[in-house]
């Protein structure tokens, strides 16, 4: 992604020292700030605060929180510390299991003294890897998009509807759910989002819509109880939403307010799709009411963040004082109403077939 003409991952190590660096998304869209992370302590306050957040960078993001502990305990009771400690920061979001698990297995077997150099390359190839995943996504889902556009006349825009940040906020580049719009929009076909604001954070109104102008895809911001009022208007062509986790027979686990999408476009005639990297699927799962969902602290939805008139950020109340307030951060979308999950390896059915068809080695987990 390029930001002021200057291209960025998310997260990147520093030249000249064992530092890694990550976008502070919790300043965004009004300030773009780099923070410097040297310790896995560093890093699960960075992925409990949501400073990186999104289910691929969170894994990535931990990957490198081990390398860093390895540097000033490679031992293996380091390793299993430096594992414990990251893996607790958010429960939902399977990615970050699973790059632990990636980062004890592959260590495992590495000699002490060469294990923080084995982690940072570890993680470095995790990092690569989650690119060149996401960019299969977008090269699979455009076809959607494409096939969309075919139907239309020339010139007229198609409308996809995003829900929370599934773009390269949330990954290392190029995003889930956003990657087929970009690689639509680069490809010349007339695209337009719907951005919803996603409540209590705004992850919607503060980062999709901030990168997405920053790409230069058009855009525009709507409430978050706007879209099915679109759907029913024909305003919506389809709805691609990304995921934190996806169960073996296809339940998706993603931001809260996203089965309400869904149901609208069920009821209204949208395709709904889910974009995914492979290591979002919880093979061990078959049921998405058995995922742990993430509850968050109130103060997300009793306060806003925003810019004041003299452009300083402040939190604002916007409740009562005492009110209580409950914030699940996701909620489960069962696969019956999922038109379809977009993955590296191409596009499926939301069913234990469909995940199987595309991951065979997988089917004796499935």
Known sequence: MR????????????????????????KLPHRFEIVRLTTAGEVAHAIRTMQVRGAPLIGITAAYGVALAMIADPSDAGLETAVALLARQRPTAVNL????DEMRRNLASVAQPYRAKAAFALAGRLADDDVVTCKKIGEHGI???????????????????????????????????????????????????????????????????????????????IADNAGGHLMQHGEVDLVIVGTDRVTATGDVANKIGTYLKALAAKDTGVPFYVA?????????????????IEERSGDEVLRLSGRTAAGDVQLFDIAPEGCRAANPAFDVTPARLVTGLITERGICPASRDGLVGLYPEREAAA
Not at 8 to 13: D, E, K
Not at 181 to 188: E, L, M, Q, R, V
Not at 277 to 290: A, F, K, N, R, V
Request: glycine letters at 10%.
């Open 97 to 100: 299991r699973w790059a632990l």
């Open 143 to 221: 076809q959607i998009i494409r096939a969309i556009a075919a139907r239309k006349q020339p010139g007229q825009r198609v409308n996809v509807l995003t829900h929370c940040n599934a773009g390269w906020l949330a990954c290392v580049d190029w995003g889930t759910a956003t990657s087929p719009i970009y690689h639509a929009h680069d490809a010349g076909i007339p695209v337009h989002v719907w951005v919803d604001e996603t409540r209590p954070r705004n992850q919607g109104a503060a980062l999709t819509a901030f990168e997405l102008g920053s790409h230069g895809v058009p855009h525009t911001l």
């Open 3 to 26: 930001i002021g003409g200057k291209s960025y991952r998310t997260i990147w190590v520093d030249e000249g020292g064992p530092h890694v660096s990550i976008i502070d998304q919790t």
């Open 276 to 292: 995914l990297p492979h290591s979002t699927i919880d093979w061990s799962l078959s049921d998405g009411m058995e995922i742990p």
